[in-house]
């Protein structure tokens, strides 16, 4: 096979953080907060900015409330398990690593005795009809280091008792999500916005609000997990009152991943965009013997996080992806460390279709090189 000979624009095809937008320039951000505090009435305002601008274009329904808080879709994640656990039973899902994180932290650090695990392998997925919705459930929408999502939210009931905690940061802005099955969502502005690390950003519904307010958890919490005042919602916090001080730098990229999000019609156009990009690669496997999606069924299939198994031993899968990266073809395409070696392609909205089109036949042609 001839070495291709055109290149992918931009190679970048991490899952996170992940490729800026398509013409992202930072010299073009707006840095006017930068060097004030984020007290002041323009921090605020911009701050503000990032949770009702995210409100509006999710089309989150009327009550749900958006905060900015500290440690990435992590901290938010953490910042919800802690805070509203412990009423009820819980049910944790997990089918790949970051599931299976928050399934360790509930039964070995929270130490919650009524926690149900749930779980599945690489490339499945857990029984959804199995969920006791009399208990909180928390799951991952979309599992980013197995390519394997939820196919959508018919199995939540709408009349369900407990919460649902959903860690959707490799989906959010990629994927159609039923908010009012969802009552805690969770995602950093690394990932399918292209954004920066380090701020997570939190979606409370109603009825984990009045969770919040109805209920204190008997361990301790960190200042940066506080989220009620004397039994009441910090309803600043959910305006842009953050609990520190977060970077107004990484504020700025993030309202303009906004405004691009905006520019290409909206989260239905980051949809749109992430199907197509997923689309190339859905050709070139089922064109190509040697590879496979790890996700089992094409419901489960993830159009983010796309993860590739390939008939090599583990060695020669690394090889390849060195190889490409040598080439300056593609940037950080390994598996995930703790997932099946393979290869995993992001598809994010960030990333151009053009760009994995280019892509596939360097695949193709670095396969024949280590094979
Ligand atoms: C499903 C999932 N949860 C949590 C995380 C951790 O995110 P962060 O590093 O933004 O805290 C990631 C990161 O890739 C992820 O994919």
Not at 259 to 265: A, D, F, I, K, T
Request: net charge neutral; hydrophobic share 40%; glycine share 10%.
């Amino acid at each position: 096979m001839n070495r291709p000979d055109r290149k992918p624009q931009t190679p970048n095809f991490s899952s996170g953080p992940c490729a800026k937008r398509p013409g992202y320039d930072v010299a073009k951000l707006d840095l006017s907060a930068l060097g004030r505090s984020h007290r002041s009435s323009l921090g605020k305002k911009l701050l503000g900015a990032c949770c009702s601008e995210t409100a509006r274009i999710l089309g989150l329904p009327a009550g749900y409330r958006v905060a900015v808080v500290p440690a990435s879709d992590t901290g938010a994640v953490e910042m919800a398990m802690w805070s509203l656990l412990g009423v009820r039973p819980v049910d944790m899902l997990a089918w790949e690593s970051f599931g299976s994180g928050w399934v360790t932290d509930v039964m070995k650090q929270l130490k919650l005795k009524d926690a149900r695990k749930l779980e599945a392998g690489y490339g499945d997925i857990v029984d959804l009809a199995q969920v006791d919705f009399s208990h909180d459930v928390v799951f991952t929408w979309n599992g980013t280091t197995s390519g394997v999502r939820v196919p959508n939210g018919d199995w939540i009931p709408d009349s369900r008792e407990g919460l649902t905690i959903c860690d959707a940061t490799s989906a959010v802005f990629a994927m159609e999500l039923p908010w009012n099955k969802l009552d805690v969502v969770t995602y950093s502005w690394q990932k399918v916005l292209g954004g920066e690390g380090g701020h997570g950003m939190l979606i409370l519904g109603p009825r984990a609000v009045e969770r919040l307010e109805s209920y204190a958890p008997p361990w301790p919490l960190p200042k940066i997990f506080r989220m009620t005042s004397g039994g009441k919602l910090n309803e600043g916090l959910f305006k842009g009152e953050t609990i520190n001080t977060p970077s107004m730098l990484c504020v700025a990229d993030y309202l303009d991943a906004l405004q691009w999000c905006e520019s290409v019609g909206g989260v239905k156009g980051t949809i749109a965009r992430s199907q197509a990009n997923l689309k190339v690669v859905e050709d070139f496997v089922a064109a190509t013997p040697w590879i496979d999606f790890l996700a089992k069924t094409p419901a489960t299939r993830s159009n983010t996080s796309v993860c590739l198994s390939l008939d090599l031993p583990e060695d020669k899968v690394k090889a390849l992806a060195k190889l490409l990266e040598a080439e300056g073809v593609a940037y950080d395409i390994g598996s995930y460390k703790d997932a099946p070696p393979g290869i995993r392609i992001w598809c994010g909205a960030t990333v151009e279709r053009s760009d994995l089109e280019a892509l596939m036949p360097w695949l193709a042609w670095g396969y024949e090189q280590i094979k």
